[in-house]
């Protein structure tokens, strides 16, 4: 799976949109970019996923750019529980038996 | 909604004692997976398995072992428990591998 290169942490006002940059330079063509969110004392959950094309669903939207080498997450109007870390993932779209790997994420912190 | 239970949110054991953790889900996944989580170091995958009675090391297996008798649970085996084993445990189940979903987590607590 491809590295993929995140801020460790950013900042965000209420209402704001939040942009989340990843770099993955190394990305291969099969591979996905997925965004997963922590928020505090809970599990992961999944956000969005592309291949090549935006994405958009009702969390976020999810920008690639033409060479495939970073990609951002964009939170149109962050609220305060948006606050979490979020991770990028790139790895190929299915793979019997195999599993995410985490890197350690942007920790967003949005404030009022 | 899909689920995935676990069968403690925080648990206190000690130095050498045997700890089960359960990770129970609904949503009739061949995937399983048990990861643990310290500051610092991100989400570290344990074991995984692919079908019942199959199972895969991760990253960081030692001190661990699992079980999955049925396909909708997995359970991670602490055999000495330690106190470097303290931390978070994360259950994730799928189907497809294209979405992951995570259980509230254990907070283990080993003195």
């Known amino acids: 799976d491809a590295k993929t290169t995140q801020p460790p942490s950013m900042d965000c006002a209420e209402g704001r949109a939040a942009n989340l940059p990843c770099n993955h330079s190394?990305?291969?063509?099969?591979?996905?970019v997925y965004w997963y969110r922590q928020i505090h004392s809970q599990g992961p959950q999944y956000i969005i996923h592309g291949l090549k094309n935006n994405e958009t669903n009702e969390m976020a939207s999810l920008i690639i750019t033409e060479d495939r080498k970073s990609s951002t997450l964009i939170l149109p109007h962050a609220t305060l529980r948006d606050t979490a870390v979020y991770y990028c993932?790139?790895?190929?779209?299915?793979?019997?038996?195999?599993?995410?790997?985490f890197g350690k994420g942007t920790t967003l912190s949005v404030s009022s | 909604d899909v689920k995935v239970t676990q069968s403690s949110r925080y648990l206190v054991k000690r130095t050498g004692e045997k700890v089960f953790l359960e990770c129970v889900q609904d949503m009739d996944h061949e995937n399983m997976f048990w990861y643990r989580q310290d500051p610092g170091l991100g989400l570290r995958l344990i074991y995984f398995?692919?079908?019942?009675?199959?199972?895969e090391k991760g990253d960081i297996p030692e001190g661990y072992s699992v079980s999955r008798e049925k396909k909708e649970r997995f359970s991670l085996i602490l055999e000495s428990a330690s106190t470097n084993q303290t931390s978070m445990y994360l259950c994730?189940?799928?189907?497809?591998?294209?979405?992951?979903?995570f259980g509230p987590g254990t907070r283990l607590t080993v003195l």
């Open positions: 994730a189940s799928t189907s497809q591998g294209i979405e992951q979903f």
């Open positions: 993932i790139v790895r190929v779209g299915y793979q019997a038996g195999t599993a995410l790997i």
């Open positions: 190394t990305i291969s063509g099969n591979e996905y």
């Open positions: 398995s692919y079908d019942v009675k199959m199972k």
